[in-house]
């Protein structure tokens, strides 16, 4: 199994600005992925980020908008840059250990 | 591309009642397929996928391929049921897709 935590949980920020959301795993893990779950809809891959590589971003999402870190095995961060009203969404780690697990989300509301 | 319906946005029951959440899939391949829940406050959780077939809080579903469908049944729903339950697959090394979700309503 694996447990996740986020930083921050939740977040209001300004127009123009950019939120940096910390996932921390309890174990080695090589797949994580960051969700977004905007509000009433369901979860959307944002990214795939594995430890060594580059992050591979879906369809719809750029790395110069969501910049991800992957320095190691147990951690990642997820950077929402120039924000929106649009961006106001719930961000979600989650990891692949033997089935795939989630984190509680960030809730980031953009004024 | 695959895709994951959940028709329903809202399914209200009240206790005791069968219940039965619908997920139909699209992916020409053989996927995996899972039912994962969110109580309210709590973060989203894995209820069951199709290869252990178990049994999970009474629940159950069953992959029809001629269908495509993983449908997930109870047969008598309980208050403590009430929660977002979303569908979803998966392919390969890939990361899951979701379902739009269905909230389940179990009245007293």
């Known amino acids: 199994s694996a447990v996740i935590s986020q930083k921050p949980s939740r977040d209001i920020c300004q127009r123009g600005t950019s939120l940096t959301i910390q996932c921390q795993v309890d174990?080695?893990?090589?797949?994580m992925f960051w969700y977004r779950q905007q509000p009433g809809q369901s979860l959307t891959l944002i990214a795939t980020?594995?430890?060594?590589?580059?992050?591979?971003?879906e369809s719809g999402f750029v790395i110069d908008k969501f910049p991800i870190s992957r320095p190691n095995l147990t951690f990642s961060t997820l950077t929402v840059s120039n924000l929106s009203p649009e961006d106001s969404s719930i961000y979600l780690c989650s990891v692949f250990a033997d089935t795939q697990y989630f984190g509680p989300g960030t809730r980031l509301t953009v004024l | 591309a695959q895709r994951v319906t959940q028709p329903e946005k809202l399914l209200s029951v009240f206790k005791g009642a069968p219940v039965e959440l619908k997920c139909n899939y699209s992916y020409s391949g053989s996927p995996e397929l899972f039912w994962y829940v969110q109580y309210s406050r709590q973060r989203l959780q894995l209820l069951l996928r199709h290869i252990s077939r178990e049994s999970i809080k009474g629940f159950t579903a069953d992959l029809n391929k001629g269908e495509t469908s993983f449908h997930l049944k109870k047969p008598f729903a309980q208050e403590e049921d009430s929660a977002m339950y979303y569908c979803?697959?998966?392919?390969?090394?890939?990361?899951?897709?979701f379902g739009s979700g269905t909230r389940l309503q179990v009245q007293p």
């Open positions: 174990s080695q893990v090589t797949m």
């Open positions: 980020a594995n430890q060594g590589s580059e992050a591979t971003y």
């Open positions: 979803a697959l998966r392919t390969g090394r890939r990361a899951l897709t």
